[in-house]
């Protein structure tokens, strides 16, 4: 049951204001649609994507009945306890160079919880959104599922964006889970998170175009290694097949892969899998 306490606690977001303040004259955003519930919004703007939507199409929602995060997991959270939010692209770069796009994604929600919530967040390789600092430090906030669209000659490209914001330990998916209340957040306010989220993600989605999709000359690359928080450790990356490698993670290649160092010197690409940080004693 919903009580009075919730409904407070979790306003709903606005769809016509949100359209009026960010589908402007030169803003990024050409379509957003707010909806109550939805079994995804990346399997819902993917749909519309194969329909002819627009670059730059955005679908939000209130409730995410099926919603998916990486490597098939699921992606679970309340109604109204955060942010589940997707963004179409037709990118006109070279398809190589779209591997930043997930990697975008991230810089651009960090930088949204830092001027909305007043909260540092760090990214884990590659795109997972956590506490940079404090007692919860590396508890995952959020992540990030890009997906291309099948059968449109790869012409397009969804990034959804998930975000905790006001769960409660009791609601956390997963204990090594947190949320930006839980983190310290200054405002939970979804409305200015959401707002400041798709125009930092206009900003950087400019600059990478203009830069041909060059992720060092848009100045993506520095912004993300400033954010990410595996470049220097010891990390166990566990790649499809099976195969894990364990060694330092030691920076990126040109496409955003990570490049991880075992301790008989060999350079592995970690394109992608999943990537545990591991502490010191755990390391050899
Ligand atoms: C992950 O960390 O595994 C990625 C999670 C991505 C979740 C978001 S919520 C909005 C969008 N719609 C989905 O079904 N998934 C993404």
């Given at each position: 049951?919903?009580?009075?306490y919730?409904?407070?606690?979790r ?12 589908m ?27 329909d002819g ?8 929602a ?15 959270a309340?109604p ?5 939010v997707?963004?179409l ?7 190589g ?16 919880v ?5 909260l ?14 404090g ?5 995952k ?16 490209i969804?990034?959804?964006?998930g ?10 998916p997963v ?12 405002s939970?306010?979804?409305?200015p ?10 900003t950087w ?8 999709g ?8 520095e ?13 166990r ?12 993670a ?18 592995v690409?970690i ?10 004693e755990e390391?050899?």
């Open positions: 049951m919903v009580s009075a919730n409904d407070l606690d306003p709903p977001l606005d769809e016509r204001s949100l359209q009026r303040a960010l402007v004259p030169g803003g990024f955003v050409s379509a957003l649609r707010v909806l109550p519930s939805v079994e995804s919004t990346n399997s819902a703007l993917l749909a519309a994507a194969e939507a627009p670059h730059a199409s955005v679908v939000v209130e409730e995410q009945t099926a919603g998916r995060g990486r490597l098939g997991r699921a992606w679970t309340p109204r306890s955060g942010l589940f997707s963004i692209m037709r990118p006109e770069v070279p398809v160079a779209w591997t930043w796009l997930p990697l975008l994604a991230g810089v651009a929600a960090r930088e949204a830092a001027r909305t919530a007043g540092e967040v760090a990214l884990k390789w590659p795109n997972d959104i956590v506490v940079a600092k007692e919860l430090e590396g508890r906030l959020g992540g990030i599922l890009c997906e291309t669209v099948a059968g449109a000659g790869e012409n397009a969804v990034a959804g964006i975000l905790n914001v006001t769960l409660r330990e009791h609601e956390l204990p090594q889970a947190s949320s930006l209340v839980l983190a310290g957040a200054e939970t306010d979804r409305d998170l959401l707002r400041a989220l798709l125009r930092a993600f206009g989605y400019g600059r990478w175009s203009e830069a041909d060059d992720a060092r000359a848009a100045g993506l690359a912004a993300y290694r400033e954010a990410c928080t595996t470049l220097g450790r010891q990390v990356a566990e790649l499809p097949g099976q195969r894990v490698v364990t060694g330092m030691t920076g990126l290649d040109a496409g955003g892969a990570l490049l991880v160092t075992t301790a008989d010197q060999e350079e690409t394109g992608a899998g999943d990537v545990v940080h591991l502490r010191p390391a050899n």
